[in-house]
């Protein structure tokens, strides 16, 4: 493989500590490793798309000098758990009295209704007031249809989520809330 | 959404042009659209996995001044079908004779077996000698398991797999292959 360990990451860490939602994205990170580990699932972060304006070969091979980012319009994980695909997204709020729907792109609000229709699990880990909510895709699909809000109130989260328990290793077990809702009774 | 669609794309189909199995890749792409807009399935193609070692905040928002490419670990497809997982990779060879096992990466090896072990449909795509098979996952990881070969057979692979036509639109419907492989009597 042609890729440049040797390029200085010095960068890097500023970079990461700019990006909102980092500290959940790595629990959610860590927590897949150890389903892969461990044989509980497969489920993977989508790499955020890049568009390539240049790039320049190198002696590391190809190297990206001018590129942006791209909206995504698909969910952030992906992946298959007890033969059923899985698709969610993860997102942290600072309001502690509601979670702006402007966290989402538009694509992505349609792309959830899809993953629905095609018989997919599909949900919403949201941190908010210090706690972590798996919140199923079909109650933020039902507000979307019933309030012309940009916000979902903290009491529907609250009333429509399963709280995902903090923990050591994994470091935040949601799956074992979608055994508790998808699950029930196999 | 901060990304500078005003950037030039001036050496953009140079790169592509330079990229192995393009051409596989569009047909791929572009049935992969029309099975979305058709509501037929939604499989998309993972975005390549860039590391950055250094990027820089512009008028556009933040700009990538130096990326590389890392190696997948996964294959290059994935998403959901008749409520199934469903992952796979496209792969094209000049050779006329074998199929390269280096045009896998060893991680991707290893990860197509526990796809299947999860319950997912798993396959290569392969255009070889003018024709697009696919093979189902199942047996290469048996020719992996039973030869201790670099490369396929082409007599393997025509044994082994089934071709997919290529047509107008959409332009190769590797579903209604996998319908025959997958689901058959459903």
Request: neutral net charge.
């Amino acid at each position: 493989m042609n890729y440049p360990n040797k390029i200085k990451k010095t960068t890097q860490k500023q970079i990461n500590y700019s990006n909102r939602g980092m500290d959940l994205e790595q629990l959610i990170n860590e927590t897949n490793e150890y389903y892969v580990e461990n044989d509980i699932a497969l489920i993977y972060k989508k790499p955020t798309p890049i568009g390539i304006s240049e790039a320049v070969y190198t002696e590391h091979g190809r190297v990206i000098k001018n590129g942006y980012f791209k909206a995504p319009s698909t969910l952030d994980y992906n992946g298959i758990y007890r033969k059923k695909y899985i698709e969610f997204e993860a997102k942290e709020t600072q309001s502690t009295t509601s979670f702006p729907l402007a966290n989402f792109h538009e694509h992505q609000l349609n792309y959830i209704r899809k993953v629905l229709k095609h018989g997919g699990i599909c949900f919403v880990i949201i941190r908010m007031n210090g706690t972590v909510f798996l919140l199923p895709a079909e109650s933020l699909v039902y507000f979307l249809d019933h309030f012309e809000r940009k916000s979902i109130p903290y009491s529907y989260i609250e009333e429509k989520s399963y709280p995902i328990k903090e923990f050591y290793n994994p470091a935040l077990d949601y799956l074992k809330v979608v055994d508790e809702i998808y699950f029930k009774g196999e």
